[in-house]
């Protein structure tokens, strides 16, 4: 039996006393010792990103520790003759898709998990908690039987399909808490004035929704551009294949091509970093109100 959770009451409390601002023992720290641990850390992690670019515009046999005269053949290389134009096409088309197909199913389903109750839904909630301990290796025997009885096997869709199942759980967890923080009482309002749920739901609630789809469409975008697993499992044409199994093919037994394998890897990360660069601020938004107990 499927039941509305009704809205919480109202309650309203008196505001307590602020008492006086006190000094804290943070506030009394040096400087210092905050900017060089600080610096030092940045430092850490930026060298490996200079070691790439290094590499990647370098000229090749060269061994200076600056890109000095630069050159961008590595890049021209792994582009035309080792195919990462495909490979990056195919990476495109898998991580939009899976963004389009994780946010709509989370979406109806985080709705539904917020406002309606039903039988076992602690239980449901319980096995999506669960399913984000199981690797995605395990996943690859039944996906792949799956697949080829469906004769889906080497074809994007079933990328597409493996790594919007392996989305799934996280994001309506997600976008189920996002949805818990929009007042009940903007839909009832919005049913009062004539408006099925549906239409409330899209001209009311939606809008207040966009840093959760945002971080959500993100998240499931960065993984499905990254992920190894599936692609190499499930694509065996080379003209179908994704950025880090072409960034697989760069290495082998024998020797490594570490100009183009440079050159490949910024190509795969700068979109990713245009990404994210530009929506970290419904990003951040979107993870904090999501995130919250049910």
Known sequence: MITEIAPAPERVAAEPARPGRKRRAWDEVPRWQIYVPLTI???????????????????????????????????????????????????????LATLVLTTVVALAGGYALARFD?????????????????????????????????????????????????????SMILISGFIRNVPYSLEEAAWVDGCNRMTGFRIVVLPLLRPGLIAVGSFAFVHAWNHFLFALMFLSDQGKQTIPVGLNTLMSSDSVDLGALAAGGIIAAVPVVIVFAFIQKWLITGFSAGAVKG
């Not at 515009?57 to 792994?78: C, D, I, N, Q, Y």
């Not at 080497?154 to 493996?162: D, E, F, K, M, R």
């Open 118 to 170: 039903f039988r076992l839904k602690r239980g449901f909630m319980l096995a999506l908690l669960c399913s984000q301990f199981v690797p995605g290796a395990l996943l690859l025997v039944p996906l792949f039987q799956i697949f080829a009885k469906l004769q889906m096997i080497n074809s994007l869709g079933s990328v597409v399909i493996a790594e919007t199942v392996f989305q799934l759980p996280l």
């Open 41 to 95: 850390y940045l430092l850490f992690t930026l060298i490996p990103f200079y070691w790439i670019l290094l590499f990647a515009l370098r000229p090749a046999g060269s061994t200076s520790l600056v890109p000095w005269p630069m050159t961008f053949e590595h890049f021209e290389k792994v582009w035309t003759e080792r195919g990462f134009g495909t490979y990056f096409t195919n990476s495109v088309y898998v991580g």
